[in-house]
Protein backbone atom coordinates (compact mmCIF):
# COMPACT_ATOMS: atom_id res chain seq x y z
CA UNK A 1 0.00 0.00 0.00
CA UNK A 2 1.11 3.20 -0.38
CA UNK A 3 1.96 5.46 2.52
CA UNK A 4 3.19 9.15 2.09
CA UNK A 5 5.51 10.11 5.60
CA UNK A 6 6.29 13.61 6.91
CA UNK A 7 8.37 13.22 10.03
CA UNK A 8 8.59 17.42 10.99
CA UNK A 9 5.48 18.01 12.86
CA UNK A 10 6.17 21.35 13.11
CA UNK A 11 8.79 23.98 11.77
CA UNK A 12 9.36 27.84 12.48
CA UNK A 13 11.05 30.00 9.78
CA UNK A 14 11.98 33.56 10.46
CA UNK A 15 10.30 35.88 7.53
CA UNK A 16 12.25 36.25 4.05
CA UNK A 17 14.07 33.30 5.38
CA UNK A 18 14.17 29.84 3.43
CA UNK A 19 12.77 26.80 5.29
CA UNK A 20 12.47 23.01 3.47
CA UNK A 21 9.53 20.67 4.31
CA UNK A 22 10.37 17.28 4.32
CA UNK A 23 8.37 13.91 2.73
CA UNK A 24 8.67 10.47 1.85
CA UNK A 25 6.59 8.10 -0.28
CA UNK A 26 6.16 4.42 -0.11
CA UNK A 27 4.78 3.01 -3.89
CA UNK A 28 5.50 0.38 -5.89
CA UNK A 29 4.55 1.86 -9.03
CA UNK A 30 6.29 3.78 -11.87
CA UNK A 31 3.33 6.64 -12.92
CA UNK A 32 2.22 9.02 -10.14
CA UNK A 33 1.83 12.51 -8.95
CA UNK A 34 2.63 14.42 -5.76
CA UNK A 35 1.51 17.38 -4.40
CA UNK A 36 2.12 19.52 -1.79
CA UNK A 37 -1.40 21.19 -0.33
CA UNK A 38 -1.27 24.54 2.32
CA UNK A 39 -4.16 24.35 4.49
CA UNK A 40 -4.00 27.95 6.52
CA UNK A 41 -6.74 28.36 9.41
CA UNK A 42 -9.40 28.66 7.62
CA UNK A 43 -9.12 24.74 6.73
CA UNK A 44 -9.32 25.61 2.99
CA UNK A 45 -6.79 23.00 1.41
CA UNK A 46 -5.09 24.94 -1.23
CA UNK A 47 -2.93 23.59 -3.68
CA UNK A 48 0.74 24.89 -3.45
CA UNK A 49 2.45 22.96 -6.52
CA UNK A 50 2.60 19.42 -8.27
CA UNK A 51 4.93 17.55 -9.70
CA UNK A 52 4.74 14.81 -12.34
CA UNK A 53 6.66 11.62 -11.49
CA UNK A 54 7.87 10.98 -14.92
CA UNK A 55 9.38 14.94 -15.48
CA UNK A 56 12.94 15.06 -14.03
CA UNK A 57 12.70 18.78 -13.52
CA UNK A 58 11.32 19.82 -10.15
CA UNK A 59 8.52 21.91 -10.24
CA UNK A 60 8.32 25.61 -9.38
CA UNK A 61 5.54 28.19 -8.59
CA UNK A 62 7.00 31.36 -7.76
CA UNK A 63 8.50 31.32 -3.87
CA UNK A 64 7.43 27.81 -4.02
CA UNK A 65 9.69 24.22 -5.42
CA UNK A 66 10.26 21.27 -5.22
CA UNK A 67 13.18 18.60 -4.68
CA UNK A 68 11.74 15.60 -5.93
CA UNK A 69 14.45 12.34 -5.90
CA UNK A 70 12.58 10.14 -7.37
CA UNK A 71 15.29 7.22 -7.12
CA UNK A 72 14.68 8.13 -2.98
CA UNK A 73 11.16 8.80 -2.84
CA UNK A 74 11.68 11.95 -1.72
CA UNK A 75 9.30 15.01 -1.99
CA UNK A 76 11.12 18.05 -0.40
CA UNK A 77 9.49 21.71 -0.79
CA UNK A 78 11.41 24.33 -0.44
CA UNK A 79 9.28 28.17 0.61
CA UNK A 80 11.63 31.08 -0.06
CA UNK A 81 11.12 34.58 1.22
CA UNK A 82 9.18 33.14 3.66
CA UNK A 83 5.72 35.18 4.28
CA UNK A 84 3.41 35.75 7.65
CA UNK A 85 0.70 34.47 5.22
CA UNK A 86 2.61 31.50 4.60
CA UNK A 87 2.02 30.20 8.13
CA UNK A 88 -0.54 27.26 7.83
CA UNK A 89 -0.85 23.19 7.65
CA UNK A 90 0.82 21.93 5.12
CA UNK A 91 -0.02 18.42 3.84
CA UNK A 92 2.25 15.93 1.27
CA UNK A 93 0.10 14.07 -1.22
CA UNK A 94 0.26 11.27 -3.57
CA UNK A 95 -2.00 10.19 -6.34
CA UNK A 96 -1.45 7.12 -8.19
CA UNK A 97 -3.89 6.92 -11.60
CA UNK A 98 -5.19 3.82 -11.15
CA UNK A 99 -6.78 4.29 -8.05
CA UNK A 100 -7.97 8.15 -8.12
CA UNK A 101 -7.21 8.39 -4.36
CA UNK A 102 -4.94 10.48 -2.73
CA UNK A 103 -3.32 9.61 -0.08
CA UNK A 104 -1.93 12.51 2.56
CA UNK A 105 0.91 12.30 5.23
CA UNK A 106 -0.15 14.07 8.52
CA UNK A 107 1.32 17.31 7.77
CA UNK A 108 3.56 19.68 9.25
CA UNK A 109 2.66 22.97 10.94
CA UNK A 110 4.37 25.85 9.67
CA UNK A 111 5.14 29.05 11.80
CA UNK A 112 6.25 32.51 10.42
CA UNK A 113 8.08 34.31 12.87
CA UNK A 114 8.46 38.34 12.13
CA UNK B 1 -14.11 31.21 -12.13
CA UNK B 2 -16.17 29.58 -9.66
CA UNK B 3 -14.38 27.21 -7.18
CA UNK B 4 -15.57 23.68 -5.62
CA UNK B 5 -18.79 25.25 -3.48
CA UNK B 6 -19.53 23.52 -0.10
CA UNK B 7 -22.94 24.23 2.13
CA UNK B 8 -23.35 24.58 5.05
CA UNK B 9 -19.93 25.57 6.19
CA UNK B 10 -20.96 24.55 9.78
CA UNK B 11 -23.12 22.44 10.88
CA UNK B 12 -23.97 21.78 14.39
CA UNK B 13 -26.44 19.18 15.34
CA UNK B 14 -27.30 16.60 18.06
CA UNK B 15 -26.98 12.80 18.11
CA UNK B 16 -29.37 10.99 15.89
CA UNK B 17 -30.01 13.49 13.90
CA UNK B 18 -30.45 13.37 10.05
CA UNK B 19 -27.12 16.03 8.25
CA UNK B 20 -26.87 16.16 4.67
CA UNK B 21 -23.55 18.42 3.33
CA UNK B 22 -23.96 19.86 -0.28
CA UNK B 23 -21.30 19.79 -2.83
CA UNK B 24 -20.99 21.82 -6.40
CA UNK B 25 -17.99 21.13 -8.31
CA UNK B 26 -16.11 22.94 -10.22
CA UNK B 27 -17.90 23.87 -13.91
CA UNK B 28 -16.90 20.96 -16.56
CA UNK B 29 -14.88 18.79 -14.13
CA UNK B 30 -15.99 15.38 -14.44
CA UNK B 31 -14.74 13.35 -10.88
CA UNK B 32 -15.81 14.38 -7.26
CA UNK B 33 -14.76 13.42 -4.69
CA UNK B 34 -15.56 13.19 -0.77
CA UNK B 35 -12.53 13.39 1.70
CA UNK B 36 -13.28 13.90 5.58
CA UNK B 37 -10.44 15.57 8.00
CA UNK B 38 -10.04 14.41 12.04
CA UNK B 39 -7.72 14.64 14.31
CA UNK B 40 -7.04 10.75 14.47
CA UNK B 41 -7.12 9.83 11.13
CA UNK B 42 -5.99 12.69 9.10
CA UNK B 43 -7.84 13.41 5.18
CA UNK B 44 -9.08 10.42 4.33
CA UNK B 45 -11.41 9.61 1.01
CA UNK B 46 -14.97 8.45 1.21
CA UNK B 47 -15.84 8.21 -2.30
CA UNK B 48 -15.61 9.62 -5.39
CA UNK B 49 -17.32 9.72 -8.68
CA UNK B 50 -17.28 10.00 -12.52
CA UNK B 51 -19.44 11.62 -14.59
CA UNK B 52 -21.59 10.94 -11.88
CA UNK B 53 -21.25 7.64 -11.44
CA UNK B 54 -19.61 6.45 -7.71
CA UNK B 55 -16.42 4.57 -8.55
CA UNK B 56 -15.09 3.64 -4.98
CA UNK B 57 -16.90 4.03 -1.79
CA UNK B 58 -14.40 1.68 0.15
CA UNK B 59 -13.72 4.82 2.49
CA UNK B 60 -17.52 5.13 3.43
CA UNK B 61 -17.13 4.39 7.07
CA UNK B 62 -20.64 2.36 7.83
CA UNK B 63 -24.32 2.42 6.16
CA UNK B 64 -24.92 5.20 8.12
CA UNK B 65 -23.04 7.09 5.61
CA UNK B 66 -24.60 7.81 1.78
CA UNK B 67 -23.64 10.13 -1.05
CA UNK B 68 -25.57 10.68 -4.31
CA UNK B 69 -24.55 12.90 -7.19
CA UNK B 70 -28.13 12.87 -9.14
CA UNK B 71 -26.01 15.39 -11.78
CA UNK B 72 -23.08 16.97 -12.78
CA UNK B 73 -23.26 20.00 -10.83
CA UNK B 74 -24.65 18.82 -7.14
CA UNK B 75 -23.50 16.38 -4.87
CA UNK B 76 -24.97 15.30 -1.70
CA UNK B 77 -23.09 13.17 1.22
CA UNK B 78 -26.00 12.37 3.80
CA UNK B 79 -25.33 10.67 7.54
CA UNK B 80 -28.15 9.19 9.15
CA UNK B 81 -28.14 8.97 11.83
CA UNK B 82 -25.37 11.18 13.33
CA UNK B 83 -22.93 10.22 16.23
CA UNK B 84 -20.46 12.29 18.24
CA UNK B 85 -17.82 10.45 16.49
CA UNK B 86 -18.96 11.48 13.08
CA UNK B 87 -17.65 15.36 13.71
CA UNK B 88 -15.05 16.15 11.39
CA UNK B 89 -14.25 18.73 8.53
CA UNK B 90 -15.80 17.06 5.28
CA UNK B 91 -14.29 18.36 1.76
CA UNK B 92 -15.94 17.85 -1.63
CA UNK B 93 -12.85 18.00 -4.18
CA UNK B 94 -12.97 18.04 -8.16
CA UNK B 95 -11.53 17.46 -10.84
CA UNK B 96 -11.33 17.18 -14.79
CA UNK B 97 -11.40 13.59 -15.09
CA UNK B 98 -10.08 10.43 -13.36
CA UNK B 99 -6.50 8.85 -13.04
CA UNK B 100 -3.59 11.92 -12.99
CA UNK B 101 -5.22 15.04 -12.40
CA UNK B 102 -5.21 17.61 -9.87
CA UNK B 103 -8.16 17.81 -7.34
CA UNK B 104 -9.45 21.06 -6.34
CA UNK B 105 -11.04 21.26 -3.07
CA UNK B 106 -13.51 23.30 -1.43
CA UNK B 107 -13.84 25.44 1.83
CA UNK B 108 -14.86 22.51 3.57
CA UNK B 109 -17.92 21.79 6.34
CA UNK B 110 -17.50 21.86 9.22
CA UNK B 111 -19.54 19.04 11.41
CA UNK B 112 -20.39 18.99 15.02
CA UNK B 113 -22.32 16.55 16.32
CA UNK B 114 -23.49 16.86 19.76
Known amino acids: AQTVTQSQPEMSVQEAETVTLSCTYD???????LFWYKQPPSRQMILVIRQEAYKQQNATENRFSVNFQKAAKSFSLKISDSQLGDAAMYFCAYLRGATNKLIFGTGTLLAVQP | DAGVIQSPRHEVTEMGQEVTLRCKPISGHNSLFWYRQTMMRGLELLIYFNNNVPIDDSGMPEDRFSAKMPNASFSTLKIQPSEPRDSAVYFC????????????FGPGTRLLVL
Open chain 2, 93 to 104: ASSTSTGLETQY
Open chain 1, 27 to 33: TSESDYY
